[in-house]
């Protein structure tokens, strides 16, 4: 980092009036068409195509990507200003960031463990939304067991060649790259060893991508199948061998549990002061729902537990108070928020009596339906990148030390 | 002035560590049931101690003994205190000193603040009554204020180390409006205490009848209105889901240690996904809270804006009171047949939480309070 001097109060209140500015003048408005709820969900060219220009937008105008090194294509600053850009496009709920792989797993993996070379190649383009990145961690019989990887990749020459199927491929028809993780060596004697990541090509024609539908009906995501696809040896990101340990660090990232993301949202957010608004104008019993003491106990509930995210996303930052478990609210926070976003979705639907039952494209659907499609999508959170329950085993075993099943 | 969300300095820290490792020195459990069973619950040596250490003048403005330190640091170090299952008539006397502080005269703060600093005088406050109602709106205890004196009638009940104070600062009707006199105990009929039997049997607390007290003039509080008691409440709250807080995670601690060693079907039980699953959201719980009383602690020292404040407070204890209410409820379960047993630790922590939930107001009774605070009240 270039920076190194703390700035001034006054200096980060003046960057926060010019990000707030930027961010007035510069959101598209909402298009004709229905956006997604995150990227994991983008099922349409204009979809894909409104949330790159907004990626870009916010890239070139210098919010993005803020505290990664400027000789490759950051801006070189300190997380501060990332995050007071982060806190104001969560404020202002402003389109999440469509390059989520890239931004926010494979781009802090390849700073971490990448070569000079790959630092150069990969990170300007992604940041930019040029190159969109997907990962390859899932198989079809391999979902929770992520060790159990049976994708295979065998040396041949300076490339290796890779065969297998990896699935729930998100963004896996636009993307170019994939972050994947595959077996180099099958006798290493325990499935951690023997595994190799890769930063594999896939937009070459011995990668096939069939797409699957959602629960909602929406796509998004895809089996992507590997048919003796060459990929060069300078994709593999650190060493051979090394890809258990890279996999999990690049877990880390995407479960916010380390730092050094690009920054943008990642999805749209929710917050209990909707659901307040929603309770005001839906009507119970002939009065506002927000009279009905059930509602305003859950309501309660619900902003009880959204505060104490909130102020665990503070006090992580402040060890003196984090000496007990200084991981734990880290590790602990896709669970936490995953789980949260589930029952706060589903609470917001039975808020609409019978209206509930109204979905997307009925015209008379409250707010348009959407907390309906949120509470379906919540489950892509609550299951994907470790379902509930392995982080309910990760946080046992790791942070509470207790012994493995 | 940008203010910190939530403050703590490295001295605080110190504060709350040098208190933790003391406690740890000095209050075992096996010590906690020890004084468990002697009339006053406590043990005095140990009380001169930490009135020497300063904790007991923490929140006490330097010219009359105390130290005049911030509710945040007093927050540490009862935190610390219900990690230890630390009883003693601290919170009582701490409660006493913000009142006495807040509402007396100075002629009242210069003759008792300095003993309740140095702990030569142990202060209580009495605010409940026998309905059980956390609203002191309505209260039946009354004082007949004239020129020259104060009659008391009535009766006080839940009153927090009643048996160990020397001072009681008592919660009444006079001229119709809430009041606050000041009675010493020496003051007293003989029979007026009458102590209670409750459920954590490491407090000591009695019903206090004053019929027939008769105070002079200067025993009322001038700043002794509603809005003190109402402050007085906020505190106990604040200070109770600290406790609370680190009851938690004492709980926890011994729960955690049970299951890495007991073994059964040969296997260590902590392993059993059933087990172990309950244990992370019992963490996630504990994690929740402390967020959640440090944010309330840094506004109650540095806020401005009154509700607020009263809204972080409500969510601390409403959130504290609800996780270690389920901590200890598991902790009896997970310990199976022993749990249920009188010389498993665990029973302290569960009759300490009863205790803590239905102090100073309930789970519920803050959340629909916060109702009001966060989406107004409903139309009449």
């Not at chain 1, 990887?149 to 993307?175: C, E, F, H, M, P």
């Not at chain 1, 929603?278 to 309501?299: H, K, N």
């Not at chain 2, 605010?127 to 009638?153: F, P």
């Amino acid at each position: 980092m270039s920076e190194t001097v703390e700035p001034s109060v006054a200096e980060l209140e003046a960057f926060r009036e010019e990000a707030r500015r930027w961010l007035d003048e510069n959101t598209p408005p909402k298009p004709d068409f229905k956006l997604p709820d995150s990227f994991l969900e983008v099922s349409s060219e204009e979809q894909f195509e409104h949330l790159r220009a907004w990626q870009r937008s916010v890239y070139d105008a210098g919010y993005l990507g803020m505290t990664w090194p400027s000789e490759f294509g950051g801006g070189g600053r300190q997380q501060i200003y990332q995050s007071i850009v982060n806190e104001e496009m969560a404020d202002r709920n402003r389109p999440f960031m469509l390059n989520i792989v890239g931004l926010m797993w494979a781009g802090p993996v390849i700073l971490k463990f990448g070569t000079q070379e790959q630092k150069k190649r990969y990170l300007a383009p992604l940041l930019r939304a040029d190159e969109i990145w997907c990962q390859g961690f899932s198989e079809p019989e391999n979902g929770s067991d992520l060790a159990n990887v049976q994708t295979t990749a065998v040396r041949d020459g300076g490339d290796y060649v890779i065969n297998g199927t990896k699935i729930w491929t998100s963004l896996g028809t636009q993307a170019h790259h994939m972050i994947l993780l595959a077996r180099t060596d099958p006798n290493a004697g325990s499935k951690y060893r023997g595994l190799t990541f890769f930063l594999a090509p896939v937009d070459g024609p011995d990668v096939e991508k069939r797409p699957i539908r959602k629960m909602t009906g929406e796509y998004g995501f895809n089996e992507t199948h590997f048919r003796n696809a060459r990929v060069p040896a300078s994709c593999v990101l650190g060493e051979e061998g090394q890809g258990w340990a890279i996999a999990m660090a690049t877990l880390a990232f995407e479960r916010y549990a380390e730092g050094g993301q690009a920054g943008g949202l990642d999805m749209v957010q929710l917050r209990v002061a909707e659901l307040v608004e929603m309770a005001r104008e839906c009507r119970r019993d002939g009065r506002p729902a927000i009279e009905d003491p059930i509602v305003r106990e859950e309501l309660v509930r619900l902003s009880v537990e959204e505060r104490a995210i909130d102020m665990n996303d503070i006090r992580r930052n402040l060890p003196r108070l984090c000496r007990e478990r200084p991981d734990a609210i880290g590790l602990m926070r896709k669970l936490v928020t995953s789980e949260f976003r589930r029952r706060m979705s589903r609470f917001a639907v039975s808020l609409q009596g019978e209206a509930a039952k109204l979905y997307i494209g009925d015209p008379a659907a409250v707010e348009d339906g959407d907390w309906q499609r949120h509470y379906m999508n919540a489950y892509s959170v609550t299951i994907g990148g470790g379902t509930s329950q392995i982080q309910m085993n990760i946080l046992g075993e790791r942070v509470l030390g207790l012994d493995k099943g | 002035m940008v203010t910190e969300v939530i403050a703590f300095n490295e001295e605080q820290e110190l504060i709350a560590s040098s208190a933790l490792e003391f406690l740890r020195g000095r209050c075992s459990l096996d010590d906690v049931r020890e004084w468990m069973e002697t009339e006053t619950g406590f043990d005095a040596e140990l009380w001169r101690e930490i009135g020497a250490l300063g904790w007991l003048g923490m929140g006490i403005p330097e010219e009359f003994g105390g130290a005049d330190m911030g509710t945040t640091e007093q927050v540490s170090v009862i935190e610390a205190m219900g990690r230890q299952m630390f009883g003693s008539p601290f919170l009582a006397n701490s409660l006493a000193a913000e009142l006495l502080n807040r509402s007396g005269s100075e002629a009242q703060k210069r003759r008792w603040l300095p003993g309740l600093a140095s702990g030569e005088t142990v202060g209580c406050v009495a605010l409940g009554e026998s309905a059980g109602s956390w609203d002191l709106s309505e209260l039946t205890a009354r004082a007949e204020i004239d020129r020259a004196q104060i009659r008391l009638e009535g009766e006080k009940c839940f009153v927090l180390d009643a048996q160990n104070a020397d001072l009681f600062l008592v919660a009444c009707s006079g001229r119709g409006e809430p009041a606050v006199v000041a009675v010493e105990r020496s003051q007293l009929p003989e029979g007026a205490l009458r102590s209670e039997r409750i459920v954590d049997e490491t407090r000591r607390s009695a019903r206090l009848c004053l019929d027939g007290v008769t105070l002079p003039a200067d025993a009322l509080l001038p700043g002794g209105d509603a809005a003190a008691l109402r402050r007085v409440q906020m505190l106990g709250a604040l200070l109770v889901s600290a406790e609370l807080a680190g009851a938690t995670q004492g709980v926890f601690e011994l729960t955690l240690e049970y299951l890495k060693t007991r073994v059964q079907f040969g296997k260590k039980i902590g392993g059993y996904q059933a087990l172990k699953h309950p244990m992370v959201w019992i963490m996630v719980g504990i994690e929740h809270s402390r967020s959640l009383l440090y944010r309330a602690a840094t506004l109650w020292d540095t806020g401005e804006d009154a509700s607020e404040i009263e809204t972080a407070v409500r969510m601390s204890k409403a959130q504290s009171g609800e996780a270690c209410t389920h901590a200890v409820d598991r902790a009896i379960q997970f310990h199976g047949a022993f749990g249920f047993t009188w010389d498993c630790h665990a029973q302290l922590f569960f009759r300490r939480a009863q205790w803590a939930e239905y102090s100073f107001g309930d789970a519920a009774h803050h959340r629909r309070h916060l109702a009001g605070l966060l989406f107004g009240k409903p139309a009449a």
